[in-house]
């Protein structure tokens, strides 16, 4: 993402004008944008003239509208991908889509004011944002994430089972699946049975070769590591093919990206919510120790230990981390990026400010991606989760705060004896 132009003062008033280059820039416009915000961006809209004689011409015209966002949409190729377990060997390379909907504020000549339209971001587009309630620390944060040079993907991963094999690309916030290929491959019973089998066979290696060379970007710099993951051993067939096949082809550039690259990783089933377990395992996570994924990854799975080993340790849900954040009781905060696309202004204020208090007692405050396992993994524990520095128990908590709101009830009731 390149950033175009930003004022935005003390208060959060301002704008910032921002360039996306790909899927993941997409993503991090889709978290910034929100219902009530003020976009200016390209679109193309379909203008209709009538000439003296009264014939109407109608053509498309590319303008810049600014709306008043009512709806943002965004889809990607993986969120359609996982509909369906196969797709043809032939494949396509789909990329995200963001849409943002809304009434045009700003006057246009060719569009009147209040007019309902629908942007088309599109990338290498300039996007202008200007937040209705302000720029908080959340939306700021995400502005300097997105605009870090040299991102993009960091991990290619193709996980395999018999006879299928999805293609995955791992960035700082987003899996994504690229493509999918899926070859039957029938039961090696008879001799003829054998045959059939490895034909079958040689042909999955092939369009899973021909299908890597498209979808992993094995000569990027910025990639750390080239995962075969798959139960059983369908991944040891399937690297030493494509290394056998590599030098056939003579692509040293392939051949030197497997041996610098190449990990194989054992995983419990051929589908790709397994990534969890890639990403935990301790072959990947020295690799990439730095990266947000694997950051995510590793909190998450301290999370679960202590909620086994030390519950009193490890709180979960909306009510009870802010009760924990109010004791000051939080080491380790866990929020998915999808509580701060709230509808309501005051939902995202409130976890805004709860990231920030704990990040000001010295806590750490660990933002998931929904688009990562991990971050879909927290979303399914309410999307909010703690692991504290020292034990508290939920229940004397929940018993001091009622005690507390009953004292507060009879001074009121006192106060308002004594105004009587």
Same mark, same amino acid.
């Given at each position: 993402?390149?950033?175009?132009?930003?004022?935005? #003062?003390?208060?959060?008033?301002?704008?910032?004008?921002?360039?996306?280059?790909?899927?993941?820039?997409?993503?991090?416009?889709?978290?910034?944008?929100?219902?009530?915000?003020?976009? @200016?961006?390209?679109?193309? @809209?379909?203008?209709?003239?009538?000439?003296?004689?009264?014939?109407?011409?109608?053509?498309? %015209?590319?303008?810049?509208?600014?709306?008043?966002?009512?709806?943002?949409?965004?889809?990607?190729?993986?969120?359609?991908?996982?509909?369906?377990?196969?797709? #043809?060997?032939?494949?396509?390379?789909?990329?995200?889509?963001?849409?943002?909907?809304?009434?045009?504020?700003?006057?246009?000549?060719? *569009?009147?004011? +209040?007019?309902?339209?629908?942007?088309?971001?599109?990338?290498? @587009?300039?996007?202008?944002?200007?937040?209705?309630? !302000?720029?908080?620390?959340?939306?700021?944060?995400?502005?300097?994430?997105?605009?870090?040079?040299?991102? !993009?993907?960091?991990?290619?991963?193709? *996980?395999?089972?018999?006879?299928?094999?999805?293609?995955?690309?791992?960035?700082?916030?987003?899996?994504?699946?690229?493509?999918? %290929?899926?070859? $039957?491959?029938?039961? =090696?019973?008879?001799?003829?049975?054998?045959?059939?089998?490895?034909?079958?066979?040689? =042909?999955?290696?092939?369009?899973?070769?021909?299908?890597?060379?498209?979808?992993?970007?094995?000569?990027?710099? +910025?990639?750390?590591?080239?995962? &075969?993951?798959?139960?059983?051993?369908?991944?040891?067939?399937?690297?030493?093919?494509?290394?056998?096949?590599?030098?056939?082809?003579?692509?040293?550039?392939?051949? @030197?990206?497997?041996?610098?690259? +190449?990990?194989?990783?054992?995983?419990?089933? $051929?589908? *790709?919510?397994?990534?969890?377990?890639?990403?935990?395992?301790?072959?990947?996570?020295?690799?990439?120790? /730095?990266? =947000? &994924?694997?950051?995510?990854?590793?909190?998450?799975?301290?999370?679960?230990?202590?909620?086994?080993?030390?519950?009193?340790?490890?709180?979960?849900?909306?009510?009870?981390?802010?009760?924990?954040?109010?004791?000051?009781?939080?080491?380790?905060?866990? %929020?998915?990026?999808?509580?701060?696309?709230?509808?309501?202004?005051?939902?995202?204020?409130?976890?805004?400010?709860?990231?920030? !208090?704990?990040?000001?007692? !010295?806590?750490?405050?660990?933002? &998931?991606?929904?688009?990562?396992?991990? +971050?879909?993994?927290?979303?399914?524990?309410?999307?909010?989760?703690?692991?504290?520095?020292?034990?508290?128990?939920?229940?004397?908590?929940?018993?001091?705060?009622? /005690?507390?709101?009953?004292?507060?009830?009879?001074?009121?009731?006192?106060?308002?004896?004594?105004?009587?």
């Amino acid at each position: 993402m390149k950033l175009i132009g930003k004022y935005v #003062d003390k208060h959060g008033a301002g704008h910032v004008t921002l360039r996306p280059e790909d899927d993941e820039d997409m993503w991090h416009l889709y978290n910034l944008i929100q219902k009530g915000d003020s976009v @200016r961006a390209p679109a193309i @809209r379909r203008v209709q003239k009538t000439s003296t004689t009264g014939s109407i011409d109608s053509q498309r %015209i590319r303008l810049n509208l600014t709306l008043a966002v009512t709806s943002v949409e965004f889809s990607s190729y993986s969120a359609a991908a996982e509909q369906s377990s196969s797709a #043809d060997p032939s494949g396509s390379n789909n990329s995200a889509a963001l849409q943002i909907a809304g009434r045009v504020i700003v006057e246009n000549p060719h *569009v009147k004011l +209040g007019a309902f339209h629908t942007l088309d971001i599109e990338a290498n @587009r300039d996007v202008r944002i200007e937040k209705s309630d !302000g720029w908080d620390s959340i939306a700021l944060s995400r502005v300097e994430e997105a605009i870090v040079p040299g991102r !993009g993907a960091e991990v290619g991963a193709i *996980v395999c089972g018999e006879g299928t094999a999805a293609f995955c690309l791992l960035s700082e916030h987003m899996t994504l699946v690229t493509h999918r %290929i899926s070859v $039957p491959i029938p039961r =090696k019973a008879a001799s003829a049975g054998s045959s059939q089998h490895d034909k079958a066979l040689t =042909k999955f290696y092939s369009t899973l070769y021909d299908a890597l060379i498209r979808h992993i970007p094995f000569g990027n710099v +910025g990639l750390k590591a080239i995962v &075969f993951a798959s139960p059983g051993w369908v991944r040891d067939s399937v690297y030493e093919y494509v290394m056998q096949e590599a030098g056939k082809r003579n692509d040293k550039v392939l051949q @030197r990206a497997l041996r610098e690259k +190449g990990i194989k990783i054992h995983i419990s089933s $051929p589908h *790709v919510h397994s990534l969890v377990e890639v990403l935990k395992s301790p072959e990947i996570s020295a690799q990439l120790k /730095e990266t =947000k &994924f694997a950051r995510e990854g590793l909190a998450l799975d301290k999370f679960h230990k202590m909620l086994a080993t030390d519950e009193l340790r490890a709180w979960y849900g909306p009510k009870h981390v802010a009760l924990a954040a109010d004791r000051g009781a939080i080491g380790t905060l866990l %929020i998915s990026d999808e509580l701060f696309r709230a509808s309501d202004p005051d939902t995202r204020k409130k976890y805004v400010a709860l990231v920030e !208090g704990v990040q000001q007692k !010295g806590g750490d405050a660990v933002i &998931f991606s929904s688009m990562h396992e991990s +971050g879909q993994q927290l979303n399914q524990l309410s999307g909010i989760a703690a692991i504290l520095t020292f034990p508290l128990d939920i229940e004397v908590v929940e018993a001091e705060e009622k /005690e507390e709101e009953q004292r507060k009830k009879r001074e009121m009731e006192v106060d308002e004896k004594e105004e009587g």
